[in-house]
């Protein structure tokens, strides 16, 4: 049987708002990821996502229910270096996480803190560099990296710890349209190659349509869950939540309305040129 | 004329280091009053340097800038052009620093040393213009927003200052859908009924040809493509760029009459892509 990593038992998280009282952020969400599954965590700006990554490796508490981490309680404080360890985290801004003026020595700051010997250290950071993709880049000083070579320098740092699972929380939103699309493939690879627990978590559905599931926050609220095809064409069930289905979906959408039969699992340009052309 | 004349414009930075880079290399281009001009390249392609030549935040290091008739290279002028010049950075809600709504929309206005009913009107009315209601958000504290209506309390304290020119570097950046909408819509709007002049810088391609009349493209700080959007638009060699990552409609249909299908390469909108394919489907059918 596949394991659980990640697994959520009625988490609720308030937040208080200084004088004017609480706000809730999370409301009873329950939620299990296998080990090696690729989860995107979809919706708007407030709807929690960051909340609930932030739960998963034990940033934050819940105010009610519990979080685990391979069988671990993020509430038990002896266990939170070891839930560290297995659950990397990515945020939006690689320049907030990145600490090092050179790149192999950022991505060596993890391990070198598990005081692991030198020899296991450098075997690492060989390791995640080239999973990343950016072994030739492994003495030049970060800052003068492109916002997506950053972003993968991050992701590198959190691979030498040799997780079971990453957690990406907008990691794509201060790339570029061509840094984006790298990154999302090299996520891919990690997950299929290495057998990385991926959870993505974004605001842009073309991101996530990669994912075998995907998670619609809404309001503190799972409000849809599914393929990504089952979600994009559920149209009536996004209404709300500002979400947009990427815009082959969009397209293959109003073509149904037209009265066309598209295949409902077109989700990529790719397939939308190959099906017409074979019509 | 042009209210934004740049000529063989160059800047490096750092000359004469071992980091010295030559971040934009012989650019000319102009800007005509009430225009919509959309930058668009990688990142690192000179964008953002590109525009803070705009209000004489950078010179030239070679080459001219003329913004509403004055060189920017000359001080004097510099320290007149932040008054008409209006420049939205990158994630503008990081500047905000007052206590409140009102002081930081107000601060501009403030040190232009205006009277307190004026400056009290250009804040109201600033807010409003970014669809924001005056006594509502006026005395909160901009860390209780959220991060869209913060990044519109940031360009109320640019529009507060009446700028004859609003640059705007990836306004949309990090917002989600509904707050990026919001954002286009806004900056629409400035443009079709203040008449306001627009640069907008943004490596979302989809969001600039859908707004500018004319783009620019910039490459490893090259210009290498400027003109009327369609006409640059329909260009083989700009849809191959590889700083370039073209909405993925605009690419099915390339990639459809490329393969030989009847359908119009000249559109730029999703529904017009819609269209296409649904007469393309309709023809099948027959």
Redesign the interface.
């Known amino acids: 049987m596949v394991k659980n990593i990640i697994e959520l038992v009625d988490v609720t998280k308030e937040y208080s708002?200084?004088q004017s009282g609480k706000k809730c952020a999370l409301k009873n969400i329950n939620l299990a990821v296998r080990q090696g599954e690729y989860v995107g965590l979809i919706g708007?700006?407030?709807s929690g996502k960051s909340t609930l990554a932030r739960l998963i490796n034990g940033l934050i508490q819940p105010t009610a229910g519990k979080v685990y981490v391979n069988g671990l309680d993020t509430a038990d404080r002896s266990s939170l270096t070891e839930i560290r360890r297995l659950v990397g985290m990515v945020f939006?801004n690689p320049d907030n996480q990145i600490i090092s003026s050179i790149v192999e020595e950022d991505v060596a700051f993890g391990p070198e803190n598990l005081r692991l010997p030198p020899a296991e250290v450098k075997e690492r950071i060989d390791w995640a560099l080239r999973a990343v993709g950016l072994a030739e880049l492994r003495h030049h000083a970060p800052y003068?990296l492109?916002?997506?070579q950053k972003q993968k320098v991050t992701i590198a740092s959190a691979l030498a710890m040799r997780p079971a699972c990453l957690v990406l929380d907008?990691p794509t939103?201060?790339?570029?349209?061509?840094?984006r699309?790298e990154l999302i493939i090299k996520l891919k690879e990690l997950n299929e190659k290495h057998g990385i627990t991926i959870i993505l978590i974004s605001?842009n559905m073309?991101d996530v349509v990669h994912a075998e599931r995907l998670i619609v926050l809404d309001e503190g609220a799972v409000r849809l869950e599914g393929a990504p095809w089952e979600v994009f064409t559920s149209e009536e069930n996004l209404i709300g939540t500002?979400?947009?289905p990427?815009?082959?979906v969009?397209?293959a959408n109003?073509?149904r309305k037209?009265g066309?039969a598209v295949d409902k699992k077109i989700i990529?340009?790719q397939q939308?040129?190959e099906y017409?052309?074979r019509? | 004329m042009p209210i934004i004349d740049v000529k063989n414009l160059t800047h490096t930075y750092l000359p004469g280091t071992p980091y010295e880079k030559k971040a934009l290399d012989d650019i000319t281009l102009s800007v005509n009053q009430g225009e919509f001009l959309g930058i668009v390249g990688a990142n690192g392609s000179g964008k953002s340097t590109l525009i803070q030549h705009f209000n004489g935040l950078l010179s030239p290091t070679a080459g001219q800038v003329t913004v509403c008739g004055r060189d920017t290279s000359v001080k004097q002028h510099r320290n007149e052009l932040w008054k008409k010049v209006g420049l939205v950075f990158q994630y503008p809600e990081q500047q905000l620093f007052e206590a409140t709504v009102f002081d930081d929309v107000s601060y501009g206005p403030r040190n232009l040393g205006l009277s307190s009913p004026e400056v009290e009107r250009r804040t109201v009315e600033a807010l409003k213009k970014v669809g924001l209601e005056p006594d509502t958000v006026a005395g909160l504290s901009p860390i209780c927003l959220s991060g869209g209506l913060r990044r519109r309390v940031a360009i109320a304290g640019v529009l507060a200052m009446k700028p004859e020119v609003l640059v705007l570097d990836e306004p949309t950046a990090g917002l989600d859908h509904p707050g990026r909408e919001m954002i286009l819509e806004l900056i629409k709007k400035l443009q079709r009924e203040e008449h306001i002049t627009i640069v907008m810088v943004s490596h979302s391609i989809r969001e600039i040809i859908l707004l500018a009349g004319r783009i620019a493209v910039l490459e490893k700080g090259r210009l290498i493509a400027y003109g009327d959007t369609k006409e640059v638009l329909r260009q083989k060699d700009f849809q191959t760029l590889p700083g370039v990552v073209l909405p993925d409609y605009l690419q099915l249909i390339y990639a459809l009459a490329g393969r030989g299908k009847s359908v119009n390469p000249g559109i730029i909108t999703l529904a017009e892509a819609e269209l296409e394919i649904a007469k393309l489907l309709e023809e099948k059918d027959k």
């Open positions: 708002t200084g708007m700006n407030g939006q003068l492109s916002g997506g907008e939103s201060m790339l570029d349209p061509r840094g699309q605001h073309e500002g979400l947009k990427p815009e082959i969009q397209l109003g073509l037209r066309y990529s340009m939308m040129v017409i052309c019509l």
